[in-house]
Structures are given as C-alpha cells and as structure tokens.
C-alpha cells in the first residue's frame, strides 16, 4: 500500500503563491502516476493536475499556466506550485497516487488534504 502525506498549505493573499509538497511512502515502486486535486465544500473533488511516472502531466481546462506540477527525479514525490492565487481557489487540495496491485489491477490512493486559504 502508499501512503500520501501533503504538506505546504496555509494562508497567502491573493496573488501570492504556495508550493504544496507529496511525500509518499510504503510501497512506491508500485505508483504509475500521482496527481492533485481539489475539493470545495459541497462539491465533487477534481483534477488539478496529474502526473505519470514518465513525466506526462495533464492539467484541468481551468488551468491559467499558474500551476505547475512536477515529481522527484528520485522518489515518487511530487510537488504543486501554485502562482497568483485567488479567493476562489480556497479549497482543500488532496494528493492522489494511483498504484498497480499485485494483480496488475490498479488502486487510487488519497492523502488527508491541506488546506489553502486565499484571503487579504
């Protein structure tokens, strides 16, 4: 199994910026890709953005290019920048690691979250 713990939020005004960290652990070996999402009160979590273990990323149609996201070269790690935030982007966002089982079949793994709060 993986375990995703996500570090790196907090409280920023608005148009400033947060790196929100992954650190995995457990059986790493295992994840085919890790990604991001968020999930506002009330509403159905969503991408952010995601990425393969060869590197491939895939960001939401939302996306304005003010979010980056990249991996460890060295871990399975990955690591969310976010740039000129805005109140509506006040939300938890969750790490997600999708891993092979041992029957090839695939498990989505999820971390706790980390709140990010926009706010002057």
């Known amino acids: 199994q993986v375990q995703l713990v996500e570090s790196g939020g907090g409280l920023v005004q608005p148009g400033g910026s947060l790196r929100l960290s992954c650190a995995a652990s457990?059986?790493?070996?295992?994840?085919?890709?890790m990604g991001w999402y968020r999930q506002a009160p009330g509403k159905k979590r969503e991408l952010v953005a995601h990425i393969t273990t060869e590197g491939e990323t895939t960001y939401s149609e939302s996306n304005k290019g003010l979010f980056t996201i990249s991996r460890d070269n060295t871990k399975a790690d990955v690591s969310l920048q976010m740039d000129d935030l805005q109140p509506e982007d006040t939300v938890v966002y969750l790490c997600?690691?999708?891993?092979?089982?041992?029957?090839?079949?695939?498990?989505?793994?999820w971390g706790q979250g980390t709140q990010v709060t926009v706010s002057s």
């Open positions: 997600n690691a999708l891993a092979r089982n041992s029957d090839s079949a695939y498990t989505s793994y």
């Open positions: 457990g059986s790493v070996s295992s994840i085919n890709a």
